[in-house]
């Protein structure tokens, strides 16, 4: 093949993880979570378990259920030694919070048995972490990954051209890349649950059905996914939201909420090198009744005060209803990488001096003030960052957080607080 994709996944990543770090845990079925369930152990699996679902749920089916509080830190340094292995094999790697994908195209003479050095990475990442992976190879990303989740766990899958279009027939619409729970159901309206009664819809019949995601779909059924290979994960969105041990009617607590989850979203973003051009904040109430507002920034940012300004002004254009609320969150989206190049500016604006005058100076004098304090966070948060990766997140918190950990009765205690931040009854972990 002349274009050949690698790509490769931990099995049961962070539920594995902790049964290395805790041999105790071996063979007994785990999920990882708070919450909701954000990984399991295959052991865990055999009873129907998997990621997504609420504790509660899986502890029914599953009595004897371990759980365990996620660690994203380790997680990821497990990881890394993963993506140390991957750059062996190609310069051209694209990483994610738990597989890899690998451009080996053009390295025949060097490789010429791909499935021998799949082999060779396999063992070497067992060998170093003690972690089992899945690995799949075919001639795009799409079918790289395709091949290999049919041979999970710890298989290693080739596909050649001549069997991609025998394996496109024997699949679902569910079974595309890139088709959630929503489009599937959406399609199924519509008769269509086969990948030939997809391929039956023209390229702009699918645009006015899905939009964007349409034209994308009338490629990846045909088996065409021209997706380069490169470069780290930017997600579309990043969210963090929880629920609350008790149904909450307090502005204050649920504003003190939205400032911690908004400072952990932005340092996410910080972290990444990215950008938000928008941000929605959503509420469930006690009675099941969901509400979500949205706004968009005006310009792109990841500092704090940009985003919780806004958020807070959308949590009190949200709250109508005289009734308590479980659970809160905010979404990030438009996500963007910063830019590496910027405008500067001929003369130094913030330290123009303004003369008295007429009072459309006021408005320029307020403009310069504004972006003082927009330099002087641009260079704060960073620094706050570094503690914070050093010494945990828990140990600086603005002081709204810190009020949630106050006892407001003696029957409902306050929020507890560990090295790594509060601890939230709902997982924060990226997906």
């Given at each position: 093949m002349d274009s050949l994709i690698l790509h490769v996944d931990i099995d049961a990543f962070f539920a594995s993880v902790e049964q290395i770090r805790n041999p105790r845990l071996s063979g007994k079925p785990v999920a990882v979570g708070s919450g909701v369930i954000a990984s399991c152990s295959y052991e865990a699996r055999e009873h129907g378990l998997r990621a997504g679902m609420p504790l509660g749920k899986a502890l029914r089916r599953c009595p004897n259920l371990i759980i365990v509080r996620g660690r994203e830190t380790i997680y990821r340094a497990y990881a890394r030694r993963l993506f140390?292995?991957?750059?062996?094999?190609?310069?051209?790697?694209?990483?994610?919070?738990?597989?890899?994908?690998?451009?080996?195209?053009?390295?025949?003479?060097?490789?010429?048995?791909?499935?021998n050095e799949a082999e060779r990475l396999c063992r070497e990442v067992t060998e170093s972490t003690g972690l089992t992976v899945t690995v799949g190879l075919g001639r795009n990303r799409m079918f790289a990954r395709l091949i290999g989740r049919d041979h999970k766990p710890n298989g290693i899958g080739l596909i050649r051209p001549e069997d991609e279009e025998d394996l496109l027939l024997s699949m679902t619409v569910g079974d595309l890349p890139g088709v959630g729970p929503r489009t599937t159901e959406k399609l199924g309206r519509l008769g269509i649950e086969t990948i030939s009664?997809?391929?039956?819809?023209?390229?702009?019949?699918?645009?006015g059905l899905l939009g964007r995601n349409g034209e994308t779909l009338y490629q990846r059924c045909r088996g065409e996914d021209h997706r380069s290979i490169g470069g780290k994960e930017i997600p579309r969105t990043l969210q963090r939201g929880t629920s609350f041990d008790e149904d909450v009617s307090c502005p204050r607590t649920l504003d003190a909420m939205l400032e911690y989850l908004t400072e952990r979203a932005a340092s996410d973003l910080r972290k990444r090198g990215l950008l938000a051009g928008g941000v929605s904040v959503q509420i469930a109430y006690s009675d099941h009744i969901r509400d979500r507002r949205r706004e968009s920034l005006k310009f792109p940012s990841q500092l704090d005060p940009d985003l919780i300004r806004i958020v807070l002004r959308l949590r009190r254009t949200l709250q109508k209803r005289r009734t308590a609320i479980r659970f809160i969150g905010l979404i990030l989206d438009k996500i963007q990488p910063v830019s590496s190049t910027e405008q500067g500016t001929l003369f130094d604006d913030t330290s123009t001096v303004l003369e008295d005058g007429p009072p459309a100076a006021i408005g320029v004098e307020e403009s310069h003030f504004q972006k003082r304090q927009q330099l002087n966070w641009q260079k704060l948060l960073p620094q706050v960052d570094r503690v914070r990766e050093q010494h945990g997140h828990g140990l600086l918190l603005r002081g709204s957080a810190l009020a949630l950990q106050q006892k407001k009765n003696p029957d409902s205690p306050g929020i507890p607080r560990q090295r790594q931040g509060l601890i939230l009854r709902t997982s924060c972990l990226t997906r």
């Open positions: 140390d292995i991957c750059e062996t094999l190609s310069p051209r790697v694209e990483e994610h919070l738990d597989e890899a994908y690998c451009d080996l195209s053009g390295t025949r003479r060097i490789f010429p048995n791909p499935v009664q997809l391929r039956q819809l023209s390229a702009p019949a699918l645009k």
